[in-house]
């Protein structure tokens, strides 16, 4: 059993930044990989970008450049720092927690229903 909960979101404008937290409870392992995610109402969840308890680390194209994962074990905490946000950056983000090895963080990233584990989500609102 894991435990997750978000904090850090809020509203800024664009161009500004944010850092999103995630801390984490329960059965994390150096095998546990951890990612964030954000949803728009009415779309599908999307992947943001992922970590491996090893330290290999994925992004997905719309974050690339803008945001940087990271972790720190001693803490069981995970963090999303998002720099130059942009109004279709408005949505709630989520951490997720998947306590098994995964080979493949891209196609974790694609594949959001694989992660057994789940915050609560912090919203991130950006205005122009």
């Known amino acids: 059993q894991v435990v997750l909960v978000e904090s850090g979101g809020g509203s800024v404008q664009a161009g500004g930044s944010l850092k999103l937290s995630c801390t984490a409870s329960?059965?994390?392992?150096?095998?546990?990989?951890m990612a964030w995610f954000r949803q728009i109402p009415g779309k599908e969840r999307e992947g943001i970008a992922a970590?491996?308890?090893?330290?290999?680390?994925t992004y997905t194209d719309s974050a690339r450049g803008r945001f940087t994962i990271s972790q720190d074990n001693a803490k069981n905490t995970l963090y999303l720092q998002m720099f130059s946000l942009k109004p279709e950056d408005t949505a709630m983000y989520y951490c997720?927690?998947?306590?098994?090895?995964?080979?493949?963080?891209?196609?974790?990233?694609?594949?959001?229903?694989?992660?057994?584990?789940w915050g609560q989500g912090t919203q991130v609102t950006v205005s122009s």
């Open positions: 329960g059965s994390i392992t150096d095998r546990t990989s």
């Open positions: 970590i491996r308890g090893d330290g290999i680390l």
């Open positions: 997720a927690a998947d306590p098994s090895w995964r080979p493949s963080l891209r196609q974790a990233l694609l594949n959001p229903a694989s992660f057994p584990y």
